[in-house]
Structure formats: C-alpha cells, structure tokens
C-alpha cells in the first residue's frame, strides 16, 4: 500500500496542528513501512503552506510593485517569526530545535533578500512572483520534516522541483509535463521510499525545464498530491484539511448541506470547480483512468495518541473518491459573479462561422466562457463569462471583430450558475423535469439552461438576487443533504 498525505495551511497552523499532522503521517509510515527492497508501499507528506503565509506574500508582491521598502521587509520578518514561533513550541529537544530554527532561518533569510530586491526595483515580474510565492511551502516541509522526525519517523524536506515535479514555464498556471515528471518523481522518490523515509514535498510550486520556480495556481498543492500519487502509482491521497468533505450544497447558502460520502473521480471533478474552494480545479486530472483512490477529509477531533492512521480522520464528515460511484445527483453548486451576454444578429442565422468568430475574438482577449447555448433557429448565442472580464468581452464583440454579423448585445450583469453534479442524470428520465419544476415553484426566472450529453452537469443562469433560492430548491428536491444518512 502506497500512501500521499496532504495538509492544507489551516490543518498546519499552529504547533499543534503541526504534531497532529505529523502524528498523522507517522502513523500511515508505521503501517507502510516498505516489506523488502523494491516493494511498492511507503507514505508521502504534502505540504501547503502554514494557513495564510501566501496571502501574505501575494500582498508582499503588491508592496514590493509599489516600491514599499519598509512594508516589504516587515511582512517579511513577520512570516519569519510566524515560523519560528511554531518551530519553537514544535519541538522540546534543544538540539533538533536549534537545527529547525536555523533551517527557517536559511529560508527566511533568502526570502528576505528577494523581498528586498524586488522592492528596489519596483517590479515584480510573474516568474519572480512564483519564486517569492514558493518560500510559503518551502517553510512548511522544514516545519513538518522535523515534526515527524521528533515522531521517530524519518523524513526530508524536498521542494516540489526536487520531489521531481518539472512543469512548463506558465507562470502563475503551470502545468506539469506528465511523461517527463513521471520518471524524474520515481527517480527522486522511489529510493527514499524504500529506505523508509518520508519524503515532505511543497506543494504548489515545481520548477520548469530552465530550473525556474513556477507556481500551479492557487490551492496547487492539491495538484502537487495528485500529480505525485500518479507518479509512484499510489494507492491512495488523503486531502486533510480542516473543511471535511466535498459539500452537497453552499453551506453559507443551504443550511443542511451536507458533506457527500462518496463520488467518482469525474463527479469530483466537476463539484471542484465550483462553489467553495474546496480543491485545486485541476487536482482531479492525474486521477482519471487509475483506480487511485481520494478521501478528503478533517483530521479527527482527538485521536488517541499512537492510534492507527484511519483514525486520525474524520471519516464522519469525510468524503471518498473513487473510479465509480453510485448512479446519484451529488450537489446542487453555485458559482457567483458572473454575467450573461446574449449576442443578437439576423445575418447569424444559416452563417457558418458565426460561433468561431465570436469565441475566437473573446479568446484573443484572453475571456474565459464559462456556459454557452445557441438555439437551432440560431438567431442568437448566449455566453456566461465572469463579471470581472464582463466588460472586456462586451468591448471586444462591440468593436466588430466578429466580422459585422452582430446587431446587438443584451447584458445581464449579475447572474450565478446554479448546477447539479452527479451521475445520476445520465440516462435517467425526468431529472430535468423535477429540477425545472422545483425551481419554478419558487418563482425563480431561469436565464439559459445547459446540459452536456456526458449529463454530469444540469446547469442554470439565474439572476444572482435567485441563486439561492434556486439552490434551495434543487437541494430539497434531490434530498441532497441526507446521502450520508446512516454513516458513523
Ligand atoms: N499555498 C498555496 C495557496 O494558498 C497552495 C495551497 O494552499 O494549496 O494557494
Ligand atoms: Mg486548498
């Protein structure tokens, strides 16, 4: 049994949270300590950064722009101390504390240097950014390494790049290069693991083939895990965080909504792109086609101490991943914030080309399109993009470059998607129906409809003042928020 253990910066905030994470991965070790040479097992630590530490360096990145010496150096030193006051109370013995400290202190002090660089210069470029960005997670591994080894359980501190993680140079966004990072991780990893070592691993940033830092977009280190467990053909990734499980609805918006108790890898795909930010949109990828298997899930109110690993979760509240799942609708999501633009021309209709020059236009401005609809009389296409690229979208279809077919544009800038996820849509007749009716009964106004034949998604344009109420509805309708009725 191979394992990968992820902590989000919440479940690593504060010593105690620390030692619990650390308590947790030594347990898995314990259980996984690899048979003979060459057997496929071991546990893997993947660390984000210590709960709001890249806050702090994005607003790091604004200060150094804005040539703010004194507020760059001093968000510097505050991230340090936030460290080192952890490091402290982490760890009685002297000796292994003093070498945690001046490891931070390494880090720290490299950090600081480049803080003070860029505020010099006054200009942060996106590969530098990625580089300042990486020292969050680059703090955590030495803080949870250490823990563990205090544990009696060894471990090293890698960077994603040296865990083997090569990326393309899309600062901000990297994406892993599949092929090329899986030999380089089972290169990096493969020994450590079967000499019994845990290899702590930063998640989020990796570097690309140049050697330079890159970071996967926020909340990558969920990527990170992924990306490894498919790399050393993982059994298993627990996401630990302090959230609990994929929700079935909004809980600021649903009342009982519910952690979902289990979904399949493309139904995890889908809920994370919407909603909360539960995980990483793209975690999921490296997933699909193996039987790797996710719980994500919170670390258990009091375990006993030296309990085994699964006892360290709250598998209460948790959520399980896997290739299949039961034939059900799994949440009802909303995504604020968005607009809807209906384009309008006469000369569209029977005008092959129409779509390919609206979306080719939108995409030269670099606008995402979130839903899309065209009717079969094609005197119109209707488009959702984010409220804040509303305006470089109506901009770019007014200006004409979608060659004078256009006649007008009708806008309605305050709307939310309201889905529903599951695969129990798929060939089932009249979920439709149900999901229509339930909203229309509380008067809510659906703006555009779309569902793709892969019938994972039944998405709605509502106006963003009916989101909730139409969320409610389909929540209620579908009895979302009792599919883990009867679980421990
Ligand atoms: N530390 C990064 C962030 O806050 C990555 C992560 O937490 O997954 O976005
Ligand atoms: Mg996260």
Redesign the pocket.
Known sequence: MRLVIKH??ASLDGAPRVARAAATVAAAARAKRPARAGARTGTIAVC??VGGT?DSLVAMVRRAERRDLEGTRSAASAIADAHRGIARRLLREEGARKRLLSELDGEAGELAALADGLARIGEVTRRSADHLLSF??RLAVRLLAHALAAEGTPAVALTGGEAGILTDSGFGEARPLMDTTRHRVARALGPRLEAGTVPVVG??AAVDQHGRTTTMG?????YTATVIAACVDADEVWMVGERGGLMSADPRIVRDAAPVPSVSHVEAMEMSTFGERQL?PRALEPLLGTRIRMTIARPAPAPPRRAPAARMLDMGTATRVGPTSAKTIKCASTLRHNALIDVRGGAMVGEPGTAARIFGALAEEGVNVMMISQNPSESSITIVVRRDSLDRAVRTLELGRAGGTIKGLDVVPNVAIVALVGSGMRGTIGVAARALGAVSRRRVNILMITQGSSELNLAFAVKESDSAAAARALHSEFSLGRQGAGRK
């Open positions: 989000d910066g984000a950064a890249t969050g997670e998640g989020f926020r909340g990558g280190s969920d990483h």
